[in-house]
């Protein structure tokens, strides 16, 4: 595996400490595909992930969220051996352990997850807080002073 040094790039940058892990964790890629998932938008700063778990309990799926890392776990139930085991003549529904990885922004958090008809559905809400948006610095103490709207419409009125 090639490590990828940014130092030049990042020389007038400040709190990318976490960029080379981020970028080891999108060229690794994903080798399974297993769960199949969709990932949407459904509002303003508002995502939902669906995630196809077929045969699966609630009891057999855990989410977590550490270190903006959510995790999804599916662990198969124990399988039903003897006389009254079925007896497949086709077995077309994939249903194995599996653990599936998200990497959230700081942004990101997680509000809610529902499992209805075979789909997860872990809900996401993006949620800026106040020392993140942007705001004005004053300088030498003095605030700039009130911009004046001179827009064509108002000097008409």
Do not use: C, W
């Amino acid at each position: 595996m090639r490590t990828l040094d940014f130092a030049p790039l990042l020389r007038s940058s400040i709190g990318f400490e976490n960029l080379n892990r981020l970028v080891d964790f999108a060229t690794r890629g994903e080798g399974d595909s297993y769960p199949p998932y969709n990932i949407e938008k459904t509002g303003d700063g508002a995502y939902r992930i669906q995630m196809a778990l077929a045969g699966f309990s609630r009891e057999e799926i855990d989410v977590t969220v550490q270190d903006n890392v959510l995790v999804i776990v599916g662990r198969a139930g124990e399988q039903i051996e003897g006389a009254d085991a079925p007896q497949y003549l086709h077995r077309g529904i994939a249903k194995r352990a599996f653990e599936r990885r998200f990497q959230l922004a700081d942004t990101i958090k997680v509000t809610a997850a529902g499992y209805e008809n075979g789909l997860l559905n872990v809900s996401l809400v993006r949620e800026i807080p106040e020392h993140k948006k942007p705001r004005r610095i004053a300088i030498d103490g003095v605030e700039p002073a009130q911009v004046i709207d001179a827009s064509p419409e108002k000097a008409a009125a």
